[in-house]
């Protein structure tokens, strides 16, 4: 068992054992040593352990928390030793073969803006030293760009904000494709104090006025961008804490905090009560933990983290996986009872009504607009599959729905179709059998629950109660106002739709359901408007309205339309009237 030292390298903290720390600074002295005497020792030795604590992350990327003295051999043989270099300058330009390939066996070039030779930000530079041409021909290029609406302006500062500046030696180094090596790191020093001399002799300033400019744009520009960032990234940090906090919060309500309270029908869909608790635990893990990985990653860029605990990291995905498959397992046996669907129907007789008119009307004037049932015309609406109430003896769902249909006898009957889910068909057919369902009759007055009840032990599968009120051809009805939320898509001649049904009285023709009082100011099924006989009777006309345009005909044939294409009328086999639009048009025009 080895003891660790903490480390500052670059700016980055790293663990080092006992042996390591010793070689590593036996190393770092040397160095020092040989620059002691030195201009620009103190940038050379900042640049060598930049480079060193760049080199020590590669090799802890694979899980490793400690550097070992087999890390610092390597790195040092890369970097070269200080007996390599100390033989004299044409030793120190010359970088081992071996040096070069020992890291990650070939060199990688960085992207980098070069502030060395750079006019405005050092971008066209940077991509000059990166693909290795002349700048010349980058900064042309962004000039011809220029001409296609300012493009290349807005690319240039873009990649100005985006492409980092290589500030150190080792930057540079890299952004040449050069080994980044002690030698090769002094080398590079030298020259450019070397250059810098010059440019003091000569008087020269470092940048021009216009690159001073568009520095100074290009600073402006990236100081915006990144507010607008953080800003951004603080929004998305604070919704995710307080999802994550949310979330976290309401698992008190598992062992019985008073400021939580779940949904009621929660507890008729779960077989039992620990089952619900390992399900909304796992639920809620697999939110929070993403949310909170969010809010980690938001903070560690608002804050300018640079190191990652991974022991962080690993934890919360062992969790979240944790949570995955508890959901999976547990949700699996809870999902088997909804997999199949049946139902079984009741027909009831009903009192006949001496005028073959009867009014229907519920026993509830307000409620949530609802839908129908299971597949195709009967889809399940969610809202009011889940609107589940208990009295303490009953369970109460406002799932119920009326259809108006012909009656193939001649008498009012109506028909009860329970529906339900199960694990097997016979499981969906119990289940619906426990439904309950009343309705009362009083003279032509047939007033239907609007509720439907279960035992309060019963679990919540779906179930469901549709109505098919059965008229015979001739009979008449009156929707109440109560049954709004009740009916669903009958069916009509005129294609009126469910809302501007009610209030209204319907006669039930061969065709099916005709309004008797209707005004012509209901909303019907695709804009389209049909007046006829709805008895088929040929002795009066039939109007047709639709986007195709207007048409009229009667039984002798005679037509009647306009449309597009103009006015035509035709009567006893002949055109009486034939104005075509095209044509009026063109005569107009003439």
Request: a negative charge; charged letters at 25%; proline letters at 2%.
């Amino acid at each position: 068992m080895n003891k660790t030292v903490t480390v500052n390298l670059g700016g980055t903290v790293f663990h080092i054992d006992d042996n390591a720390y010793e070689s590593l600074i036996k190393y770092l002295n040397a160095i020092k040593g040989h620059f002691s005497s030195d201009q620009g020792r103190d940038e050379i030795m900042q640049d060598i352990e930049s480079r060193i604590g760049e080199m020590f992350r590669e090799r802890l990327n694979g899980g490793r928390q400690v550097i070992t003295l087999n890390d610092v051999n390597e790195v040092t043989a890369v970097m070269g030793r200080p007996e390599e270099f100390a033989g004299g300058e044409e030793k120190a330009t010359e970088a081992p073969p071996s040096m070069e390939n020992a890291s990650s066996g070939k060199l990688k070039k960085r992207f980098f803006r070069d502030p060395d030779e750079k006019f405005v930000g050092g971008v066209c530079s940077g991509m000059a030293a990166y693909f290795d041409i002349d700048p010349v021909w980058i900064r042309l290029v962004f000039a011809c760009a220029l001409i296609f609406y300012g493009t290349g302006f807005w690319i240039y500062i873009l990649l100005w904000i985006i492409i980092p500046e290589a500030k150190t030696t080792a930057d540079r180094l890299m952004m040449r494709g050069e080994p980044v090596t002690v030698s090769s790191i002094e080398k590079n020093v030298r020259e450019e104090l070397d250059a810098l001399k010059d440019r003091m002799k000569d008087g020269q300033k470092s940048t021009t006025a216009i690159g001073r400019i568009f520095e100074t744009i290009g600073d402006v520009f990236k100081f915006i961008f990144l507010l607008i960032g953080k800003i951004i990234t603080a929004f998305f940090v604070f919704i995710a804490l307080v999802i994550a906090v949310a979330l976290l919060a309401s698992l008190f309500g598992l062992v019985g905090a008073p400021f939580v309270h779940y949904p009621g029908f929660l507890n008729h869909i779960f077989n039992s009560t620990s089952q619900f608790s390992w399900i909304y635990v796992g639920v809620v893990l697999l939110i929070a933990i993403p949310a909170l990985m969010i809010a980690y990653a938001g903070i560690r860029f608002l804050f300018k983290i640079k190191r990652r605990s991974r022991v962080f990291g690993f934890t919360a995905l062992g969790i979240w996986l944790v949570a995955l498959a508890i959901v999976m397992f547990s949700g699996f046996s809870v999902f088997s009872d909804f997999s199949e669907t049946d139902s079984f129907r009741k027909e009831v007789a009903l009192q006949q009504p001496a005028s073959k008119y009867m009014v229907l009307e519920t026993n509830e004037s307000k409620n949530s607009e609802s839908d129908y049932d299971y597949g195709g015309k009967y889809y399940r609406n969610m809202d009011t599959d889940f609107d589940l109430e208990s009295d303490g003896h009953m369970l109460i769902s406002k799932n119920v729905k009326l259809d108006i249909v012909k009656s193939p006898i001649d008498s009012f009957d109506l028909v009860e179709i329970f529906y339900a889910q199960g694990s097997s068909r016979k499981a969906a057919i119990d289940n619906a059998s426990r439904i309950s369902y009343s309705f009362t009759q009083t003279d032509s007055s047939l007033r239907l629950n609007r509720f439907f009840n279960m035992n309060e032990g019963d679990k919540w599968r779906a179930q469901k109660v549709q109505l098919l009120l059965r008229m015979p051809v001739g009979a008449r009805v009156r929707l109440d106002e109560s049954l709004r939320n009740l009916i669903h898509d009958i069916d009509n001649v005129k294609n009126i739709y469910d809302n501007d049904m009610i209030n209204r009285t319907w006669e039930m023709t061969p065709k099916g359901l005709s309004c008797v009082d209707c005004d012509g100011t209901e909303s019907i099924l695709g804009g389209d408007f049909n007046i006829s006989n709805d008895y088929g009777d040929e002795s009066d006309a039939k109007v047709e309205i639709n986007k195709n345009g207007l048409h009229i005909t009667n039984e002798k044939g005679d037509k009647v339309v306009i449309d597009s294409t103009g006015i035509h009328v035709r009567e006893n086999g002949k055109d009486v009237v034939n104005i075509n639009t095209e044509h009026a048009k063109k005569k107009q025009n003439n």
